[in-house]
């Protein structure tokens, strides 16, 4: 019996301290990438990709732009009358006229931004504290006054005035949390949060904060009075983790790979990519979408190995056993009957 491997097996079921998953290396992770794109990236596939993105209203063209270059990257050549489009999409959504008008939209209805107006039309306000000091009023008014409170910007704002400072993930700091508290309050109002990340924000509201407490706050410390901070915890780390993708790209970027994120697992994947790849990421997660791509930041440990190792082990030697066993009754078996006749 293989006593080594058993132990192993044992030590590794018992140490909750042990993973079976790693984080992937910067260059596995485009090695993988690479490795996905090569069969993924078609010109048939790219062209389809670039059709759907030029018929959306208004035109992403921080997508289109990252499929053009991916395009460019792997030396294909696209339809004549497919170029031809996007050219004329170009001119017709970059006129002077088309920009004016465009940005006054904007600027009156975030959700009508798009990628390439929202940081000059809305982020001059919406990424600052005095967003977040508003967000946390108009709750407070809303609850004296009985009118219904926006819970998800409430908790955004929250975050954002570093009140949950006691509570950031490993490694950040209050600027990286108000970072990516301000990116997600404007993602939210151009309906880029997925409905999960919208979800954590208004459980955070519910469970964290002292609706009574709130409506008398006059400063920081008031509103830090009002909540319970281990319940913005998850909301903090994920904001953390949509920072790095900030840093490791832009603020624009951020913005359209937001609606990725459902979790804080998967803002910390999607951090990783963003890492590796850097503005590159946009292309890969146009071709490969979610799930492969954030796959390709995941390895299976050393420990889940052993893991797999010790397993096989054991039922092997189990085998062994038990056929060992078997051949020993039928020999038996086999001795009587002779010695019977």
Not at 4 to 13: A, E, I, P, Q, T
Not at 64 to 86: F, Q
Not at 162 to 189: D, E, H, N, P, Q
Not at 272 to 296: H, M, Q, Y
Request: proline residues 4%; contains cysteine.
């Amino acid at each position: 019996f293989p006593t080594r491997r058993s132990s192993d097996l044992l030590r590794v079921l018992s140490d909750p301290t042990l993973t079976a998953i790693r984080a992937a290396t910067v260059d596995e992770i485009i090695a993988d990438t690479d490795a996905l794109l090569a069969a993924e990236a078609t010109p048939e596939r790219l062209a389809g990709l670039i059709e759907v993105r030029l018929a959306e209203t208004p035109r992403n063209w921080l997508a289109l732009d990252a499929l053009t270059d991916l395009v460019a990257e792997r030396g294909i050549a696209l339809p004549v009358s497919l170029l031809r489009r996007l050219s004329e999409a170009r001119a017709d959504d970059f006129s002077l006229l088309s920009q004016a008008s465009a940005c006054a939209l904007c600027a009156y209805d975030p959700a009508q931004c798009s990628l390439s107006q929202v940081m000059m039309c809305q982020a001059p306000v919406a990424l600052t504290p005095v967003g977040d000091i508003a967000g946390v009023t108009r709750a407070g008014v809303a609850y004296v006054s009985g009118e219904p409170i926006d819970q998800i910007d409430l908790a955004l704002s929250v975050v954002g005035l570093g009140a949950t400072a006691a509570v950031l993930a490993s490694g950040g700091t209050s600027v990286v949390v108000k970072a990516g508290a301000g990116l997600a309050k404007l993602a939210r109002k151009m309906g880029r949060i997925s409905p999960q990340l919208a979800e954590m924000a208004l459980k955070a509201a519910r469970e964290g904060v002292d609706w009574a407490a709130l409506p008398a706050a006059r400063s920081l410390d008031d509103i830090t009075a009002a909540l319970r901070a281990d319940a913005f915890q998850p909301l903090t780390a994920t904001l953390t983790d949509l920072e790095r993708v900030r840093s490791a790209t832009d603020a624009t970027t951020a913005l359209h790979l937001l609606p990725l994120v459902d979790d804080a697992k998967d803002a910390r994947s999607l951090a990783s990519a963003a890492e590796a790849l850097g503005p590159r990421v946009i292309g890969r997660a146009e071709v490969l979408g979610k799930a492969r791509l954030f796959r390709t930041t995941l390895r299976v440990s050393e420990t889940a190995w052993a893991l797999v190792s010790g397993v096989s082990g054991v039922l092997i030697s189990l085998a062994g056993l038990a056929g060992s066993a078997l051949q020993t009754r039928l020999f038996h078996a086999l001795r009587r009957k002779t010695e019977g006749a």
